[in-house]
T-cell receptor, first 113, second 117 residues
Framework: DQQVKQNSPSLSVQEGRISILNCDYT??????FLWYKKYPAEGPTFLIS?????DKNEDGRFTVFLNKSAKHLSLHIVPSQPGDSAVYFC????????????FGSGTQLTVLP | GAVVSQHPSRVICKSGTSVKIECRSL??????MFWYRQFPKQSLMLMAT?????????EQGVEKDKFLINHASLTLSTLTVTSAHPEDSSFYIC?????????????FGPGTRLTVL
């Protein structure tokens, strides 16, 4: 049972436009959500996170939105840059699990120059 | 801040030998460290969770006698792959979370590519 889902395996966006990556979850115990960026043969790089008590968190070009009722979160990247091309993973955790992360399957973002 | 290093970045060994991978938190105290394995074109698979000074908790299906984890200090955890075999070849990644850096966020190391001949 996949508790965190990223239904789009890939996304292509023109440079300068907005990239929107989506993630759905099923476990209502999750209370902390994160987005990571990953290149091949490297560890994931933390981008941004959001607690369940918020519905939006912003950091520079990255904004994460959380819709708890829909169990849905999204990552917006504005403006998109070619260097943003990578695999993006969303992850979720809850306090009782030692904050272990449950990952989605990832979305390959390609930003076209 | 929140930098995690791993050493070595890649290692090649003969079947039957043991390999040790180090994971260090460079600028924070890691109260909890995690070890993951990544198979080609797949997401990260959690192998074990370790808290400083206590035994690691292994995920189902992970052999604790084969993958020895030690978390002896707040900045260092080691993963030893004992009697390695070609099927242990993989990309191993550690992560850490801890005090003063947003304790709910895991920061990942760059990974170690293990190839067993």
């Amino acid at each position: 049972d996949q508790q965190v889902k990223q239904n789009s395996p890939s996304l292509s966006v023109q440079e300068g436009r907005i990239s929107i990556l989506n993630c759905d979850y099923t476990n209502s115990m999750f209370d902390y959500f994160l987005w990571y960026k990953k290149y091949p043969a490297e560890g994931p790089t933390f981008l941004i996170s959001i607690s369940s008590i918020k519905d939006k968190n912003e950091d520079g070009r990255f904004t994460v939105f959380l819709n708890k009722s829909a169990k849905h979160l999204s990552l917006h990247i504005v403006p998109s840059q070619p260097g943003d091309s990578a695999v993006y993973f969303c992850a979720a955790s809850y306090r009782g699990s030692a904050r272990q992360l449950t990952f989605g399957s990832g979305t390959q973002l390609t930003v076209l120059p | 801040g929140a930098v995690v290093s791993q050493h070595p970045s890649r290692v090649i060994c003969k079947s039957g030998t043991s390999v040790k991978i180090e994971c260090r938190s460079l600028d924070f105290q890691a109260t909890t460290m995690f070890w993951y394995r990544q198979f080609p074109k797949q997401s990260l698979m959690l192998m074990a969770t370790s808290n400083e000074g206590s035994k690691a908790t292994y995920e189902q299906g992970v052999e604790k006698d084969k993958f020895l984890i030690n978390h002896a200090s707040l900045t260092l955890s080691t993963l030893t792959v004992t009697s390695a075999h070609p099927e242990d070849s993989s990309f191993y990644i550690c992560s850490a979370r801890g005090k003063g850096i947003g304790a709910d966020t895991q920061y990942f190391g760059p990974g170690t590519r293990l190839t067993v001949l």
